[in-house]
């Protein structure tokens, strides 16, 4: 199993910001025309990317917090993303993301105060897996899901 590259960003600040990025991005998926964003084998809309980055965060939350309770994590049912669903292809309205927001920031917020209560020696610990910090460095990476759909802002000419 690979390790998520690290640097030296507080891991908090790397889950808070994937969040913050998302949502800016989300900002601008009320404009979206219903045309799903392939990418490989798979396609994504404003409602999987938050979905997937939801799940994202959850997922890799329990994983977490039961390694830190020295118990071994539940394994993962998620279908990922090579499912989308019927309510993923729904339109994203400005109620969507209203609701995309408060789910995203509080998501943030349990992992930041989760993170900024380890010790350094604490966030680098492994028991087999991945590190709490290697943890936070990976579920950024689920920012790509909103990338895939990008921005969606009407370009003004220059």
Known sequence: MFSPLTDDRTPSSVVTGLVDDVLALAETWPAWDGTPRPSGDRVYTPHKAIRRVADHLV???????????????????????????AADLAEFTAEDLA?????????????????????????????????????????????YYAEVVGNLAPRTPA
């Open 99 to 143: 609701e995309a927001r408060s789910r995203l920031t509080r998501l943030a917020e349990i992992w930041r105060l989760r993170l900024d209560s380890l010790t350094d020696e604490e966030l680098d610990k492994s028991t087999g897996g991945w590190s709490p910090r290697e943890l936070a460095f990976h579920v950024a990476e689920s920012v």
């Open 59 to 85: 997922d890799h939350l329990a994983e977490l917090e039961a390694t830190l309770a020295g118990v071994d994590p539940l394994p993962d049912h998620w279908h990922a993303s090579a499912v989308t669903t």
